[in-house]
């Protein structure tokens, strides 16, 4: 049974930095693609971040956000700066390997002065 465990999340100020990670754990092998999404208060989950070889990002977050993976680790990292209060949102964590899609539980992101 593979899990996906999100960490590191809170309540940042306006322009401040946050970094949040993702591990995953069970017996499996590395996984191929590993994501970012988020969900605001009233809206609906929305992509964030994409990392296989290389990154892609979503535009309200391209230039301040940057996802990294170790595959040694089976971890996947969003480091966020500049940070806005329209990032503020439930960030889920998401990996595919293998066919099978899996998703973490969720871990808040709070951007507020």
């Known amino acids: 049974q593979v899990q996906l465990v999100e960490s590191g999340g809170g309540l940042v100020q306006p322009g401040g930095s946050l970094s949040v990670s993702c591990t995953a754990s069970g017996s499996m092998s590395s996984m191929y693609l590993w994501g970012w999404y988020r969900q605001a208060p009233g809206k609906q989950r929305e992509f964030v971040a994409q990392?296989?070889?290389?990154?892609n990002y979503a535009n309200s977050v391209k230039g301040r956000f940057t996802i990294s993976r170790d595959n040694a680790k089976n971890t996947v990292y969003l480091q966020m700066n500049s940070l806005k209060p329209e990032d503020t949102a439930v960030y889920y964590c998401?990996?595919?390997?293998?066919?099978?899609?899996?998703w973490g539980k969720g871990i808040l992101v709070t951007v507020s002065s």
């Open positions: 998401h990996a595919f390997a293998n066919g099978v899609d899996y």
């Open positions: 990392i296989v070889s290389g990154a």
